[in-house]
């Protein structure tokens, strides 16, 4: 599926995924299409590779994003905690500002620009008053913060918090991959965090404080790449949750576009015609087989990961 969906722009086919016959429709496969065609006279052929390469552009760059929001969220949670990362005073102002904005709560460019001229006015005073200026920090709950979020996007079923955020006109592909990412990272931040909390009191981490290397640092270089170890074998399963969420989406009707092919577009329209059979069993077997390859791609990285 991956090398297909790689190869989907020079496949020769003789069909368009998205452009229908209009003379043959719900036709069983023959040797003007391989596969048949769906009641709404596309070739199937053609919607399985489209889901293919929809598989490499849309899953495979959410299941990334979720990895790398989720690593760099869980270990630093688990690594710093609630008390062990102090920012400076004059940062809490762009905090609020950022914060503001990102909630475009009313007033929002006034507020933005009182909370940035607060910041500039602290950075300003710190500046002159050199002596004590350290003191002037304060604790970040970062680790309250990430469980927080973690907890609020698993309180609700992953696919009835995705329905709702992408219910409406249909999603732009940036706007899809952000929701994709965003109900995904959790589980990678939980995980992360996880082993973090293991990782940190490692002899290890104790010899790299006690050599004088900065936090950030020994954060960086040591405790991250030992806590996205099971990262390998988790990423997989990730891909497989997105794959049969994106599905459901398509096959609901949600947050696409009508005529973008997918396989699960393609299933939906086999309540057209309950008897086009090979319109549900070519993109179904392909959904399975992505799915259980996935699953023996994972059991195979974790008995690796624990062999090692």
Avoid at 15 to 44: C, F, I
Avoid at 67 to 77: N, Y
Avoid at 253 to 273: E, F, Y
Wanted: glycine share 8%; net charge positive; with cysteine.
């Amino acid at each position: 599926m991956l090398v297909v969906g790689l190869l989907a722009p020079w496949l020769l086919l003789p069909y368009p995924a998205a452009t229908p016959d209009l003379l043959h429709m719900a036709t069983p496969p023959s040797p003007l299409h391989y596969l048949g065609t769906d009641p709404l006279g596309r070739d199937v052929l053609a919607g399985l590779v489209a889901g293919a390469q929809r598989l490499v552009l849309l899953s495979l760059p959410a299941v990334g994003l979720a990895t790398l929001v989720g690593a760099i969220a869980g270990s630093a949670a688990g690594f710093w905690g609630n008390k062990q990362l102090r920012l400076p005073l004059a940062s809490a102002g762009w905090l609020l500002a950022a914060g503001w904005w990102l909630a475009t709560l009313p007033a929002r460019a006034a507020v933005v620009s009182i909370l940035l001229v607060i910041s500039i006015l602290f950075s300003w005073l710190s500046s002159r008053q050199a002596v004590g200026s350290s003191r002037r920090t304060f604790p970040l709950p970062l680790d309250s913060l990430v469980l927080g979020a973690t907890a609020l996007l698993g309180a609700v079923p992953r696919l009835i918090l995705l329905v709702a955020l992408a219910a409406g006109p249909p999603l732009s592909f940036v706007q899809l991959l952000s929701l994709l990412a965003l109900v995904a990272w959790p589980e990678t931040a939980r995980l992360v965090r996880a082993q973090m909390l293991r990782v940190r009191v490692q002899p290890f981490m104790e010899a790299a404080r006690a050599s004088g290397l900065p936090a950030w640092h020994i954060w960086l270089h040591h405790a991250l790449p030992h806590a996205c170890l099971p990262l390998f074998s988790f990423a997989p399963l990730t891909l497989a949750g997105l794959v049969g969420l994106e599905n459901t989406l398509a096959f609901l009707g949600i947050g696409q576009a009508p005529d973008q092919v997918s396989w699960g577009s393609m299933l939906t329209t086999v309540r057209q015609d309950p008897n086009a059979w090979w319109v549900v069993a070519a993109p179904g077997l392909a959904l399975l087989c992505t799915l259980l390859a996935l699953q023996h791609l994972a059991q195979a990285l974790n008995k690796r990961f624990n062999a090692g």
